[in-house]
């Protein structure tokens, strides 16, 4: 379906509110990798070049419901002067009178940027008044934050309906996301592998349900495939798993047959912060948890990768922050980087722990 575009809209004089995602890995105040912003640029030098007056907003990692100084994204908005070659504006906040009046203080070109949107947990429960708020800041909203474009936060989808009878947009970067994944999901090359990890089930649930039509095979790790093992009548001990999804983990299973294929092994431990781990085949026993697939399903799913000529993957296959889990999650990298190299796959990784598993492989 046609969506409009950011360059459909005449911005010059108007208050352009944009969401795009700005959640970059730092080192204290240092960010060491700055793509998120640089693919942002196209849309942001469009607005500007027009004569928009754009405000910009994003989160930045996951601060505990108020403001947490490590998580401010004012490094990104030095960042962003940088590659602008011109200043950028910074709010303490992304609500309130102050925003109000620098956001009218804008002149046609200028930028600013607002502090991040998870200092106020109203932003990921979508909030009405919260929206609200967000939404009187703009005369033009865009949205050009792939990754969280599917999120129903009030950045991303209250604040947009807030704004009916205003121009509502994506941008370059969404654009190209969505011709992309189009091509690549309608007309797959054959074999087409979807990889999916990550904690739940419920999060993926759309997600399975559109694959199970398309994929040749569907590869599920991470801790959703407990609720999956649960389905099966195993025992799975202390693992996360979500009790009121495993009647739909079960038609799921009858309905994939052999192509849906779940961990043969686990990687247990007491906790995921124990070095304590061992590997077993089957049931988990009842004071252990699984953290991560075990060797023989990393070998498996390698093998099944190899031949992919199209590989979509999102979400992880354990704890890969905790090096004691992160083994899995690595080989998996490791195969879709090699498929896309030895076959030209087309590859689409999505879902920030997968990006970012990827690319400390880099």
Not at 118 to 124: G, M
Not at 166 to 177: A, Y
Not at 213 to 232: E, N, P, R, S, W
Request: with cysteine.
């Amino acid at each position: 379906m046609a969506k409009k575009i950011v360059s459909d809209v005449d911005v010059k004089g108007k208050r352009v509110l944009m969401r795009v995602d700005f959640n970059v890995p730092l080192d204290g105040s240092r960010i060491t990798d700055d793509r998120r912003i640089v693919q942002a640029l196209p849309t942001i030098k469009s607005v500007l070049d027009r004569g928009g007056r754009l405000v910009l907003m994003s989160h930045l990692g996951r601060p505990k419901g108020g403001p947490e100084p490590k998580y401010s994204l004012g490094p990104a908005g030095l960042r962003l002067s940088e590659l602008l070659g011109h200043r950028v504006g910074f709010t303490k906040d992304c609500i309130g009178p102050e925003v109000e009046v620098a956001v009218d203080a804008l002149k046609d070109g200028e930028v600013l940027l607002l502090e991040n949107l998870r200092f106020h947990k109203q932003e990921e429960k979508n909030d009405v008044n919260f929206a609200k708020q967000l939404a009187k800041l703009g005369d033009v909203y865009v949205n050009d934050a792939f990754g969280t474009a599917h999120r129903e936060h009030a950045s991303t989808f209250g604040a947009p309906q807030a704004m009916q009878g205003k121009p509502r947009v994506i941008g370059f970067l969404i654009q190209k996301e969505l011709k992309f994944l189009g091509e690549a999901v309608s007309k797959p090359a054959r074999p087409f592998v979807a990889i999916l990890g990550g904690a739940k089930v419920s999060d993926k649930i759309n997600v399975i349900e559109q694959l199970l039509g398309k994929a040749d095979l569907l590869l599920i790790g991470g801790a959703m495939a407990y609720t999956f093992f649960v389905a099966q009548g195993k025992q799975i001990g202390k693992s996360l798993v979500e009790l009121d999804k495993v009647e739909l983990a079960k038609e799921l299973i009858a309905k994939a047959g052999a192509k849906l294929k779940l961990p043969v092994d686990t990687v247990i431990a007491p906790g995921f912060d124990s070095t304590d781990t061992k590997v077993i085949e089957g049931s988990i026993p009842g004071d252990l948890s699984g953290f991560d697939i075990g060797p023989k399903t990393r070998e498996i799913f390698k093998t099944q990768i190899a031949n992919a000529k199209t590989v979509i993957w999102n979400g992880p296959m354990g704890v890969f922050e905790k090096p004691q889990f992160a083994e899995g999650t690595k080989q998996i990298a490791l195969a879709v980087a090699e498929a896309t190299k030895a076959n030209n796959a087309t590859t689409i990784i999505g879902g920030g722990d997968s990006a970012a598993a990827s690319n400390s492989l880099a």
